[in-house]
């Protein structure tokens, strides 16, 4: 099984919600990655987490909180977002070793209202 | 610091052309170096890899890629095009013994016509 498997595929909040994005891979991979991506745009790093702990930040808002509660799954809590936070979010996982290849999931389509 | 570039944003090709995507990097030493693919509204999906040894790399969907040293170029190329390979395609770099370090490209978009 080499799925990174993404939930919701797309959502819509308002500025002041609270939202969480989910994500969850069984490759027993120990590294899992979070990415924006605006439209036409590469992806961009923002978190990494290596063997469940934070391991890059990639100086993010606090309005993003990432959580990885166990190896298999990664989360992506959102509060009070603007509007230009507006993207596709993608999850990836790796094992963590050299030469091992990112897989990534099919993404999170957010829009702020 | 690292850095990948794609010079071409738009390509396009007939059907059944060659084609050639280029991607050249800069980094201090020579780097873990990908092509992905990525279809409208979807994720990203490897197609090839270079770490080390032969420098042509075979990956999925018929597309090969080159490891060129001296210009510092990793491009992606494929004999004959299928309407099915109109996506964006990004290069992408990561420094040895760190994948955590991944930095993408800006993408070549790629129009196959009929």
């Known amino acids: 099984d080499t799925e990174v498997t993404q939930t919701p595929k797309h959502l819509v909040m308002g500025m002041t919600n609270k939202k969480s994005l989910k994500c969850e891979q069984h490759?027993?991979?120990?590294?899992m990655y979070w990415y924006k991506q605006k439209a036409k745009k590469p992806p961009e790093l923002m978190f990494v987490y290596s063997y469940e702990k934070l391991s890059i930040n990639e100086s993010v808002p606090s309005r993003f909180s990432p959580e990885c509660p166990n190896s298999s799954l990664l989360n992506l809590h959102l509060h009070a977002l603007q509007p230009e936070d507006s993207a596709l979010y993608l999850c990836?996982?790796?094992?963590?070793?050299?030469?091992?290849?990112?897989?990534f999931g099919p993404g999170t389509r957010l829009l702020v209202l | 610091a690292q850095s990948v570039t794609q010079p071409d944003i738009h390509i396009t090709v007939s059907e059944g052309a060659s084609l050639e995507l280029r991607c050249n990097y800069s980094y201090g030493a020579t780097p873990y170096l990908f092509w992905y693919v990525q279809s409208p509204g979807q994720g990203l999906q490897l197609l090839l890899k270079?770490?080390?040894?032969?420098?042509l790399v075979q990956g999925i969907k018929g597309f090969e890629a080159e490891f060129k040293r001296s210009q510092s170029s990793f491009n992606l190329r494929k004999p004959s095009v299928h309407w099915s390979d109109a996506a964006e395609y990004f290069c992408?770099?990561?420094?040895?013994?760190?994948?955590?370090?991944?930095?993408f490209g800006a993408g070549t978009r790629l129009t196959v016509k009929p």
């Open positions: 490759m027993g991979h120990r590294a």
């Open positions: 992408a770099v990561g420094p040895r013994y760190n994948n955590n370090d991944m930095r």
């Open positions: 270079y770490f080390s040894g032969d420098t």
């Open positions: 990836a996982s790796s094992p963590v070793a050299a030469e091992e290849t990112q897989y």
